[in-house]
């Protein structure tokens, strides 16, 4: 049957409506994104942190430092948000008070909101714990004077305001992600007939891979760069008393001047038992910054891959097991253990002696971001040593996988099994007076952050099963 001509064109034109609406759904991008940043360079002498052997305030500022934030929304609109530090360490509290106030002004779910510290040891000390309130069985990390606890709730502000900024210049973005390779992290733990001490280890593990997630508009312009790099940020002299971001703010200072326009953000990997090689020279940490920008660069000229939504946002808790001797074996520990252990024990006794209880596990965040069926970001918290990239790989699967460290928290070292039983600097555990880790703390984090992904969304494969 033939239509009249009126109705043949009313069908034509909804025809051709619908034919634009299709192709412009499908030309849409997946993602709005909002990019931020804020000076976090000191205003007055504060100590820096990450070096015991350093007594006095910082002398110079070798570089800004900053904060910046990269605000996600997806179609569905699902919005989180990362802010990435040129700082040290970031105590629970801190760090649980900003995410806090950033997921109540935003009205989104804490899982969304992450913080990652590079971990400078350059930075400026962060606490709102002064060493007159927190007693003797504080360690020096987390014991502050005034002008730090002024500067940690000066800094606080700042972090809740680049959120802010970010989520409210949210623009319509294309994500795509992949992954080169740089040198010079080099593993750290240097097996001698003393035992394992800090130093070169040629053949020992490291994390060399540079994650990299490119951000454009709509129209294809490159807006911003998030990349990783799992090394620690220790290359400066130690008796230096000059601000910096180490190599990962001078990553950024090369890819923005090559890219100009463009922000470069740095999120920092399993670091915990690597440092960058060679170091401790001023000319060490720009050159690595170069070498790491320069294969940043490289990879934004590759074909990446694209990244679709939706975005998933989940947190659980880890429940991480600790030591908790008798009074007598810490006495004895005080005598006649390795250092580091002494130290511990001495923390410990101290906090028995002041009526508390030791704790028989620490809970520690771990997040996970899933986007769509291309990518799973894992945030672990604190200084995780590489083994947890292998375990997770076997556990989540090598492919579409992400993993970052000294998220949300960053208080100290999580040793996996193998560093616990080899001994080391990093078996030292969180710079708290509650104690050291026991076996069996490597499979509760990878556990909890298995538990993290496929909440979000993540498909384990069948081995994981």
Same mark, same amino acid.
């Given at each position: 049957?033939? @239509?009249?001509?009126?109705?043949?064109? *009313?069908?034509? @034109?909804?025809?051709?409506?619908?034919?634009?609406?299709?192709?412009?759904?499908?030309?849409?991008?997946?993602?709005?994104?909002?990019?931020?940043?804020?000076?976090?360079?000191?205003?007055?002498?504060?100590?820096?942190?990450?070096?015991?052997?350093?007594?006095?305030? #910082?002398?110079?500022?070798?570089? /800004?430092?900053?904060?910046?934030?990269?605000? *996600?929304?997806?179609? /569905?609109?699902?919005?989180?948000?990362?802010?990435?530090?040129?700082?040290?360490?970031?105590?629970? %509290?801190?760090? /649980?008070?900003?995410?806090?106030?950033?997921?109540?002004?935003?009205?989104?779910?804490?899982?969304?909101?992450?913080?990652?510290?590079? $971990?400078?040891?350059?930075?400026?000390?962060?606490?709102?714990?002064?060493?007159?309130?927190?007693?003797?069985?504080? !360690?020096?990390?987390?014991?502050?004077?005034?002008?730090?606890?002024?500067?940690?709730?000066?800094?606080?502000?700042?972090?809740?305001?680049?959120?802010? +900024?970010?989520?409210? $210049?949210?623009?319509?973005?294309?994500?795509?992600?992949?992954?080169?390779?740089?040198? #010079?992290?080099?593993?750290?733990?240097?097996?001698?007939?003393?035992?394992?001490?800090?130093?070169?280890?040629?053949?020992?593990?490291?994390?060399?891979?540079?994650?990299?997630?490119?951000?454009?508009?709509?129209?294809?312009?490159? !807006?911003?760069?998030?990349?990783?790099?799992? @090394? $620690?940020?220790?290359?400066?002299?130690?008796?230096?008393?000059?601000?910096?971001?180490?190599?990962?703010?001078?990553?950024?200072?090369?890819?923005?001047?090559?890219?100009?326009?463009? %922000?470069?953000?740095?999120?920092?990997?399993?670091?915990?038992?690597?440092?960058?090689?060679?170091? +401790?020279?001023?000319?060490?940490?720009?050159?690595?910054?170069?070498?790491?920008?320069?294969?940043?660069? !490289?990879?934004?000229?590759?074909?990446?891959?694209?990244?679709?939504?939706?975005?998933?946002?989940?947190?659980?808790?880890?429940?991480?097991? *600790?030591?908790?001797?008798? !009074?007598?074996?810490?006495?004895?520990?005080?005598?006649?253990?390795?250092?580091?252990?002494? %130290?511990?024990?001495?923390?410990?006794?101290? $906090?028995?002696?002041?009526?508390?209880?030791?704790?028989?596990?620490?809970?520690?965040?771990?997040?996970?971001? +899933?986007?769509?069926?291309?990518?799973?970001?894992?945030?672990?918290?604190? /200084?995780?040593?590489?083994?947890?990239?292998?375990?997770?790989?076997?556990?989540?699967?090598?492919?579409?996988?992400?993993?970052?460290?000294? @998220?949300?928290?960053?208080?100290?070292?999580?040793?996996?099994?193998?560093?616990?039983?080899?001994?080391?600097?990093?078996?030292?555990?969180?710079?708290? %007076?509650?104690?050291?880790?026991?076996?069996?703390?490597?499979?509760? *984090?990878?556990?909890?952050?298995?538990?993290?992904?496929?909440?979000?969304?993540?498909?384990?494969?069948?081995?994981?099963?």
């Amino acid at each position: 049957m033939r @239509c009249a001509p009126a109705t043949a064109l *009313l069908l034509a @034109c909804l025809c051709l409506s619908w034919t634009i609406a299709t192709i412009s759904a499908e030309a849409a991008p997946d993602w709005q994104v909002g990019v931020a940043s804020v000076k976090i360079t000191p205003q007055k002498p504060v100590a820096l942190a990450g070096y015991a052997s350093r007594t006095k305030p #910082f002398e110079a500022v070798d570089q /800004e430092i900053y904060a910046k934030a990269l605000a *996600l929304k997806d179609v /569905e609109g699902n919005r989180a948000v990362l802010i990435t530090m040129d700082l040290c360490i970031l105590p629970k %509290e801190v760090g /649980e008070g900003v995410r806090a106030r950033i997921a109540a002004a935003a009205h989104i779910d804490l899982a969304a909101v992450v913080l990652n510290v590079a $971990h400078s040891h350059s930075a400026p000390a962060v606490s709102l714990q002064t060493a007159a309130t927190t007693g003797p069985a504080t !360690r020096s990390v987390n014991a502050a004077n005034d002008a730090t606890v002024e500067y940690t709730r000066w800094l606080q502000d700042r972090l809740v305001d680049v959120a802010a +900024q970010a989520l409210d $210049h949210l623009e319509p973005a294309q994500l795509s992600w992949g992954t080169g390779v740089a040198h #010079f992290a080099m593993n750290r733990r240097q097996f001698t007939d003393k035992g394992v001490i800090l130093g070169v280890n040629p053949s020992g593990l490291a994390d060399r891979s540079v994650p990299v997630l490119r951000i454009d508009s709509a129209e294809g312009k490159l !807006r911003a760069v998030l990349l990783g790099y799992a @090394c $620690h940020n220790t290359t400066t002299p130690s008796g230096h008393l000059g601000v910096n971001g180490d190599y990962a703010g001078y990553t950024k200072a090369y890819i923005q001047q090559q890219l100009p326009g463009v %922000e470069a953000m740095f999120m920092i990997g399993c670091a915990g038992d690597a440092n960058p090689y060679p170091r +401790q020279q001023m000319t060490d940490a720009p050159a690595h910054g170069e070498t790491l920008g320069k294969e940043v660069c !490289r990879m934004l000229t590759t074909k990446l891959v694209p990244i679709h939504g939706p975005l998933q946002c989940a947190a659980v808790d880890a429940e991480l097991p *600790l030591q908790a001797p008798a !009074r007598g074996e810490l006495l004895q520990m005080t005598k006649a253990g390795a250092v580091l252990n002494k %130290e511990a024990a001495k923390q410990m006794l101290a $906090h028995l002696d002041g009526g508390a209880s030791l704790p028989k596990t620490y809970r520690a965040p771990v997040a996970a971001w +899933q986007f769509g069926k291309d990518l799973t970001l894992i945030g672990l918290p604190d /200084e995780v040593v590489v083994d947890y990239v292998t375990r997770l790989q076997e556990t989540l699967g090598p492919l579409r996988l992400w993993v970052a460290g000294y @998220c949300n928290e960053v208080t100290g070292y999580i040793p996996s099994d193998r560093v616990l039983r080899e001994g080391g600097y990093e078996t030292r555990g969180l710079y708290i %007076e509650t104690g050291l880790f026991t076996p069996g703390v490597e499979s509760a *984090l990878v556990n909890a952050a298995r538990d993290a992904a496929v909440k979000a969304g993540r498909e384990l494969p069948p081995s994981a099963h």
